[in-house]
Structures are given as C-alpha cells and as structure tokens.
C-alpha cells in the first residue's frame, strides 16, 4: 500500500489550473470506530474518512489532490493499522487522490487499550471562476437529493445508546435490514465526486448531509432570506432509521436533525435542468425547492 518513509514533508505539484485555489478539509469518522472496534472489522473505516473528507470538498467544485491521516491508538496493533490503512489506500485510489502521508501514535497515557481515534486531511482544487458557493441560488431553484448508504459517519452516539455496542447486540439479524446490525452500521460512507463532476456546471449549490443533518447542513448554502422546503414523502426513508426512531422512541425532528434520513448529498440547480440531471443520475430525486424564508424556519420538511 505505501511504498517505505518518505521525506519529512509531502510534496504534490498542482499543474494544469490558470488561477487554481486550493481546498481543505479535515474530519474524523466519530464513535462509528467503537462498532468497528466491537465487531473487529477495520477495513471500512478508511475508506469512511477519505469519501467523507472528498464529499466536503466537492461541494465547493474541488476535486481532490492528496489526502493525509492521522491515527492514534493506546497500543499499536500491526493488523489493525493494516487494515485501516487498506481502506484508506482503496478509497484514494477510487476517485484518483495521493495519500501523501500520516501519522501514527501510540500513547498508552492517553486512550485506552486497543482504542484508536481516526483523521483524516484532504487537500483539493477548483478554478476560481468554477467555485460553487451558492451565490446564485435564487427563490424557484430545484433540490435534488442523491442516496445515502446508510448513516454515513453520523448520529453513531445516539445508535449506540439505543442499541448498546456489544458484539452480540451488533451481530443480531433485523429482517428490515436484511442483514445484521453491525454489517448495517459498518456500510461505508458513499463518495459523490464520479457522479457529480460531470454536472458541476449545472450546480448551484451542494450541502454535504452530515451531523446535523438537513436541518443543519442545508442553510449553509442558502443566500440570506431564503429557506429550503422539502417534500418528505419525495424519497423512501431506508429502513435502519426507522428502526433508530422505533426502538429509541426519537421525534421526527430530532431524527432530521441527527441523520441524513437517507439523503446524503443535496444539490440544487435551476428547474430547466432538472431533466438533464435526472437523466444522468436515474437514482437523484427531486426532493424540494428553494423558497422565501418566513419566520426564523430555513428548512421546512412536510
């Protein structure tokens, strides 16, 4: 996967860019590593940061250049950090990104046993005149939503607090599921960078649905005095969150604010490119527009 040390810092040349600006972003995959870690399957878990990472990029119009980790655990495991390290090496070499290097520490005083902690750093790039930052979006626009996998890398906190994260919890079979609980909470983090980068120049706006989910996630794109109102019957709520709200007894609220509910990117663009968008995604819904705020609401879910 790496071939030997390299020098004390990465080096990446950025060639072919008339005014290129740079993007950064920086994450960690959260308490899903305690399912990893409970179920003893670290191979999913790389390639969680590295889509993860990519996706936040992405809805600036980047595409990645290079990528850096940072794992910190209480005791060095050889097979462990193997594994993580496959993961991480698969998902850079899928959407074309260097994994230029890392860092791994051991510090015993600091987490417990096999415990470990991971991060990820990615670095891409956007012509200046090709930045998507939602400037643009005006009352009318069309939001489209594209499938999550799952969770993603979030609300595992309050998963585990509903279901425990003992091996036997996570090995139960849910005929909803279709497999496991644990298999279900593993399902790595979808990237979007393939499919959307062909539509970039159609793309007003893009909202990466992480923690905090619609509620919280979408605003970050909208100019000031507009809000998003969504159709909530538009798309199927998978059935793993439906299960977290049964089970954990989680208003409807809490759960759009906690989840992706089945969403994990948005875009929006103006309504006369819906079909050419839908035609090149067949699985991109539309799942709402963009209208005039009222109140202090700015994403309204019917």
């Known amino acids: 996967m790496l071939t030997g040390v390299g020098f004390f810092g990465g080096l ?21 590593l305690k399912i990893a870690s ?29 990528f850096l980790d940072y794992i910190a655990t209480g005791k060095l495991v ?15 070499h899928e959407i074309g990104c260097a994994l230029i290097g890392g ?7 600091l987490y417990a046993g096999e415990d470990y902690d991971l991060v990820g750093f990615i670095i891409g790039v956007v012509e200046k005149e090709r930045i998507i930052m939602g400037k643009t979006i005006v009352v009318g626009d069309t939001i489209i939503g594209l499938p999550s996998s799952g969770l993603h890398t979030n609300g595992y906190s309050l ?27 593993l399902e790595p983090h979808r990237c979007y960078y393939h499919q959307l980068k062909p539509l970039l120049p159609l793309i007003k706006g893009m909202a990466h649905i992480t923690g905090g989910g619609l509620i919280n996630n979408v605003p970050r794109i909208l ?13 199927a709520i998978p059935p793993i969150f439906q299960l977290i709200q049964q089970r954990g007894n989680v208003a409807r609220n809490e759960m759009y604010r906690v989840f992706n509910m089945g969403i994990g990117m948005v875009v ?6 819906i079909d050419q968008f839908t035609k090149a995604l067949p699985e991109a819904k539309v ?16």
């Open 38 to 66: 409970a179920l003893a399957k670290h191979n999913t878990i790389g390639i969680d940061i590295v889509n993860h990472c990519v996706n936040d990029i992405l809805t600036c119009g980047a595409e990645p250049l290079f």
């Open 223 to 235: 100019p000031q005095g507009m809000a998003a109102k969504f159709n909530g019957r538009a798309w």
């Open 12 to 32: 990446f040349e950025v060639k072919g860019f008339k005014q290129p600006v740079l993007v950064s972003s920086v994450d960690g995959v959260g308490t899903k």
């Open 103 to 109: 860092e791994t520490a051991e510090m015993p005083g």
């Open 78 to 92: 050889p097979e462990q950090v193997e594994a993580i390290a496959q993961g991480l090496a698969s998902a850079c």
């Open 159 to 185: 998963v585990r607090k509903i279901f425990g994260e003992t091996k036997s919890a996570l090995d139960a079979y849910y005929p909803e599921l279709g497999r496991t609980l644990g298999d279900e909470l």
């Open 287 to 302: 799942i709402g527009e963009v209208v005039k705020q009222k109140g202090e609401a700015r994403v309204v879910i019917d």
């Open 268 to 273: 929006i663009c103006s309504p006369s490119d």
